[in-house]
């Protein structure tokens, strides 16, 4: 009954601006984290951002000062902020979240991913 679903990828050009959203639906007793990560052609895919329950928020350094991310706890939804885009945050952007089930299991979810494309 959980799931994640993503939205908010687009092309834009270099220096421009998107905000990736991320909303978590079901029985939802908890969610311990959220993180967003992202993989291009050929590459690993790689933590860009993700926050704890407790409110802590971490950024990789290619996109430190750069993305911001916030959450609607009312909504069980998070967002990245992503400014200043470069070519090299093209990408295909996933969500990622630890969410306990009402009845009390836990399990990691993927988003089904978002593509981001910065070009001019």
């Known amino acids: 009954q959980v799931q994640l679903v993503e939205s908010g990828g687009g092309l834009v050009q270099p220096g421009g601006s998107l905000r990736l959203s991320c909303a978590a639906s079901?029985?939802?007793?908890?969610?311990?984290?959220m993180e967003w990560y992202r993989q291009a052609p050929g590459k690993e895919r790689d933590l860009v951002a993700g926050?704890?329950?407790?409110?802590?928020?971490n950024y990789s350094d290619s996109v430190k000062g750069r993305f911001t991310l916030s959450r609607d706890n009312a909504k069980n939804t998070a967002y990245l902020q992503m400014n200043s885009l470069k070519p090299e945050d093209t990408a295909v952007y996933y969500c990622?979240?630890?969410?306990?089930?009402?009845?009390?299991?836990?399990?990691?979810?993927w988003g089904q991913g978002t593509q981001v494309t910065v070009s001019s």
């Open positions: 990622k979240a630890r969410i306990t089930a009402s009845d009390g299991d836990w399990s990691d979810y």
């Open positions: 079901g029985r939802i007793f908890r969610i311990s984290f």
């Open positions: 926050f704890t329950r407790g409110g802590v928020t």
